[in-house]
């Protein structure tokens, strides 16, 4: 018997099933091992050599792995094709010789692109070897991100209060985002006027011309200034004829898109179906890994983390049978199409995202699917079909028209297209991007060239220029994938961290830069610019694709990345934190010094009209103060245009949030006993739902009330035991429960986006701990090393945050935050903890040992009367 190791247990039931009773096929549940969160994990000194820890979850599962191939006739590694699988098998097989258990066992990797079982079955009988190139490219990536993230996040704390951390491509990520914002704000608004008029065919068919030109110049968009000049110019066409100059009509092709990457899926996801980044990944694993199909589970869609946007051969053919079956021969071409992909940076997982099956057509699937799943398999199905289709036909035609009068001469064309033939469009048509000008694509009527036309009306229309659209998660994905930084397949994570972080905020599918995350990057720019360069970040991508090709040495790439950045960070440790906020009054000046409305100095305290407005920076972040404190109290969050303190949220009563589009009864923000909560309706029946933490009133929009509303919410089925998996937040957070029994989820936000894959393993980590076990708060930050060693942790308890060290929990003093506090001040903590907990026994002692005396001292007493009274019976009766 052979033992198939791969990531999910929902793909191990389904691949044992295809595989029999000759393997067995056990779960790795993801990473089996990571670099701790503390200093020494990568050693620079050593050669880059790393510390990998194995957590007590995945220590169960490698024993169990190990059990089992231990008995076994070899081992096959079947985790995901790309390159964290490839990392994942590495992991795995390290830990397995390190155990001992494969001697002379036969050891093979292989890949399979989707969970069918002639995918399956193919792949077992074309197996390989571990890729090294790949692992060493894995390498380098976790080795760079630890670097980063470890070395240049303390320098954020200590001058930066408030600030979370920096990473290697999340800070580039909120770069963008940042600098779209501060275009945004520089945008100077100008008016323009445009000129249309709708003319009449000598047959009475009506059409629109737009002016183009006027007394010999040809008009740009901003080139009419005023009304004033719009109105003499519609004067003018108001008494003038018209002449058709010339009709022409140009056909035109327009070709198929190639099936969907990663970004490009999530990207559609977004426009057409209003999914974010993390929400399109969950639904396309549950796709790949297997839906239950008439009793069997197959998977519907390849491998959904690819750059790669060609399809196996075998692919095609089944997508072209399926086009003239369900489209007919005339939308077949009369050969296959072939894509190459475009971008920087191509992913190991060579095919494009398909259809497993193109013959399960969404309207057959549909019944096995939930909404959200049945969407994108559609959009899936229909994105790869038509990438086989013929181009669609366009004719296209340009009406160029004369108008003359009163000795003047204007200009105007009217665009018209027509679909011919829509080839690949009966499939799959595309969604214009919300930022995107539309096409002027109205059908004109028959216009013959030197015919007269008649003029019915001029319309002038005012408009203002818009500045640049803010971040979409779509757009923002695209422009990272157009600069080669970072990877497809991490984008929904570095989002997640940016919003978990507080860096931006995703409001109406746009993203918006907090305060916090405005003055990490101005920070960065200003102090550790290189690193957060795009040109920088891509190279290192670059030469990650070349560590992967085996044409650079991993090592390498690290010496010459740390000789840089290490001296770099050595540099801006010696900034002042006045310094800092020197640069930030000056870089950020229109949003902390906005312009006041009487004309006054912004920089003067409005309040004492003394002193200076700077920004200041507290233990929960930055906020604009005057400098004649504490005799003048002004204070000012950052990024708010009032003069005055800012307002509690619900100082005036409830906070009328909108309306449940389900139920149409209005959701209001409110402040009750315990704090703020969120209610919908009114009377005994209203639903009501109190504030997590972290959540502040501010921060509560419609949608996050009614997300907090829908809890506790379905997560899905548990594939071994049949029961329904559902998440919400109770007493103590955020929370799982399946089967009577709950599991502590990381974070709030965790609660709203966990997938079934996610929520199995959290349930298996607290089943391998245990009843009644609960898990250890992650770390919310590692300050260093304590002097007797160890590592010290601030993390998040039940009952408020505290320091750890080993086995030493110190609460933090009230107000104290987390994020703030210095390594000096947590081992203050720890050593007084410790030094209370060691005390306590003798002081009890000490308490006991009086007490004991006493007793010994009463017990002798009594003793000693009871001898003398027996004494004395006895005498009494020898007397008698």
């Known amino acids: 018997m052979d033992v198939v190791i791969v ?39 050593e050669d880059f050599s790393m510390s990998w820890e194995v957590d007590g979850a995945s220590a169960k599962r490698l024993a169990d792995i190990a059990k089992a191939v231990k008995d076994a006739d070899g081992v096959i590694l079947a985790t995901d ?23 002379d066992k036969k050891v093979s990797r292989v890949v399979f692109n989707a969970i069918t079982k002639k995918a399956v079955l193919d792949a077992m009988a074309n197996p390989r070897d571990i890729d090294v190139p790949l692992v060493d490219a894995y390498l380098a990536r976790r080795a760079l991100d630890y670097l980063v993230g470890f070395n240049l996040s303390p320098v954020l704390w200590r001058k930066l209060p408030g600030a979370r951390s920096a990473g290697r491509v999340q800070s580039v990520a909120l770069r963008l985002v940042s600098d779209r914002e501060a275009e945004i704000e520089r945008f100077v608004r100008e008016d323009y006027w445009q000129i249309a008029a709708t003319l009449q065919t000598p047959r009475n068919d009506s059409f629109e011309a737009r002016l183009t030109e006027f007394e010999g110049r040809k008009l740009q968009k901003l080139d009419i200034k005023s009304a004033e000049q719009a109105e003499d110019i519609k004067s003018m066409l108001d008494g003038a004829s018209y002449r058709v100059l010339s009709v022409e009509a140009k056909p035109t092709r ?6 969907f990457t990663t970004s490009t899926l999530q990207q559609a996801a977004s426009s057409r179906l209003g999914f974010g980044a993390s929400r399109t990944m969950q639904v396309a694993q549950k796709l790949y890994e297997g839906v239950d199909i008439g009793g069997e589970t197959t998977g519907l869609i390849t491998y959904m983390r690819t750059d790669g946007v060609q399809m196996a051969p075998e692919a095609i053919e089944q997508a072209r049978s399926a086009i003239a079956k369900t489209f007919g021969d005339k939308y077949l071409p009369e050969k296959p199409r072939f894509y190459s992909t475009k971008a920087k940076n191509a992913q190991e997982a060579h095919e494009a995202v398909r259809p497993t099956d193109f013959s399960r057509t969404p309207a057959e699937v549909r019944k096995y699917l939930d909404a959200d799943q049945a969407r994108l398999y559609e959009m899936i199905w229909k994105r790869a079909i038509s990438s086989q289709m013929e181009p669609a036909e366009i004719e296209r035609t340009t009406v160029e028209i004369e108008a003359k009068g009163g000795g003047r001469v204007a200009g105007l064309r009217a665009i018209g297209s027509v679909v011919r033939f829509d080839g690949f469009l009966a499939a799959y048509a595309e969604v214009k991007d919300d930022d995107a000008e539309d096409d002027d694509d109205r059908r004109l009527p028959v216009i013959n060239a030197n015919e007269q036309v008649q003029r019915e009306s001029i319309q002038v229309t005012a408009h203002t220029t818009e500045p640049p659209p803010r971040y979409t998660e779509a757009s923002l994905i695209k422009k990272l994938e157009e600069l080669g930084i970072g990877r497809p397949s991490t984008y929904a994570a570095i989002l997640k961290t940016l919003e978990d972080r507080d860096y931006i905020t995703n409001e109406r599918r746009r993203l918006i830069p907090q305060a916090r995350g405005r003055i990490v990057t101005t920070f960065l720019e200003n102090f550790f610019r290189r690193y957060v360069e795009y040109d920088f ?3 290192l991508e670059e030469k990650l694709d ?38 930030m009054n000056n870089e950020l000046a229109p949003l902390i010094f906005p312009a006041r409305e009487d004309g006054g100095d912004p920089r003067i305290c409005p309040k004492c009209g003394t002193g200076n407005l700077s920004l200041k920076l507290g233990r929960y972040g930055a906020f604009v103060g005057c400098s004649n404190y504490p005799e003048c109290g002004f204070t000012r969050q950052f990024g708010e245009t009032g003069e005055a303190n800012g307002s509690d949220a619900l100082a005036d009563g409830n906070k009328v949030l909108g309306t449940d589009p389900q139920t149409g009864e209005e959701i209001t923000l409110r402040s009750g006993r315990f704090g703020p909560y969120i209610q919908r309706g009114e009377g005994k029946e209203a639903k009501r739902a109190g504030l997590p933490k972290g959540w502040t009133p501010d921060s509560i929009d419609l ?26 937040i109770g007493r103590y957070g955020p929370f799982l429960l399946h089967d009577g029994g709950y599991a502590n989820l990381e974070s709030v936000e965790e609660v709203f986006t966990v997938g079934i894959n996610r929520a199995v393993t959290v349930i298996a980590e607290k089943k391998s701990r245990g009843p009644g076990a609960r898990s250890k708060p992650a770390a919310l ?9 160890g590592a010290i942790t601030v993390r998040d308890g039940r009952f408020g945050p505290y320091v750890n060290h080993g086995k030493v929990n110190a609460t933090l ?17 720890i050593n007084a903890k410790a030094g209370s907990s060691k005390s306590a026994p003798k002081k009890a002692a000490a308490k006991k040992a009086p007490a004991k005396k006493a007793a010994a001292k009463t017990t002798a007493t009594k003793t000693t009367a009871t001898k003398t009274k027996a004494a004395a019976t006895k005498s009494k009766k020898t007397g008698s």
């Open 7 to 45: 990531e999910s247990p929902a793909k191990a039931k389904t691949i044992n099933k295809y595989l029999g009773s000759g393997y067995k096929v056990l779960a790795s549940f993801g990473h089996v091992r990571d670099l701790p969160a503390k200093d020494g994990s990568v050693r620079p000194d």
């Open 81 to 103: 094709p790309d390159r964290e699988g490839e990392a994942i098998s590495w992991h795995v097989l390290d830990v397995l010789k390190q155990k001992r258990v494969l001697k």
């Open 254 to 259: 327009r070709n198929p898109w190639p099936p």
């Open 537 to 539: 970040t891509a190279g």
């Open 546 to 583: 070349q560590i992967s090709d085996g044409k650079l040495s991993w090592k390498d790439v690290l010496r010459d990345f740390w000789r840089d950045f290490s001296g770099a960070v050595d540099d801006i440790k010696e900034l002042r934190v006045t310094d800092v906020i020197d640069v």
């Open 703 to 728: 949608e996050k009330a009614l997300s907090l509303l829908s809890l506790p919410r379905d997560v899905g089925i548990h594939p071994e035991t049949g029961k329904m998996i559902s998440a919400g």
């Open 781 to 789: 930050k590692e300050l260093g090393e304590h002097p007797d060693g």
């Open 813 to 829: 003093p009230k107000g104290t935050d987390p994020q703030s506090l210095t390594l000096e001040q947590a081992i203050e903590l």
